[in-house]
């Protein structure tokens, strides 16, 4: 069964950066969507980011022009830098599979960011 692997989560400062990893256990993001997510206290699941098989990214717009999606095929990984930091970036964050013809939907155990002032 497919596995997510996240790393990178942490405390940082406003202002400060934050680089995750999600590392798929087999051959995926270069045929298939993952996405980010992430949920704050008290509040619900939001998207954040989503790249494609085909390489198409797309962030809110919560996060535009602060958090980049990428992926490295040959690790297998999807990242989510996250740059300029804010109070209400603070949350866990889900690395995420949708459902497609050849997986069911999959979430990763979610890692967590703290952003201090």
């Known amino acids: 069964q497919v596995q997510l692997v996240e790393s990178g989560g942490g405390s940082v400062r406003i202002g400060g950066s934050l680089k995750l990893s999600c590392v798929v256990s087999?051959?995926?993001?270069?045929?298939?969507?993952l996405d980010w997510y992430r949920q704050a206290a008290g509040s619900q699941r939001e998207l954040v980011a989503t790249i494609t098989g085909a390489g198409t990214t797309d962030v809110a717009e919560s996060v535009k022009d602060r958090f980049t999606i990428s992926r490295d095929i040959a690790e297998n990984a999807v990242y989510l830098q996250m740059n300029n930091l804010r109070p209400e970036d603070a949350a866990v964050y889900y690395c995420?599979?949708?459902?497609?013809?050849?997986?069911?939907?999959?979430w990763g155990r979610g890692i967590r960011v703290t952003v201090a002032s």
């Open positions: 995420h599979i949708p459902t497609s013809w050849k997986y069911d939907e999959l």
């Open positions: 087999e051959t995926y993001v270069n045929h298939y969507a």
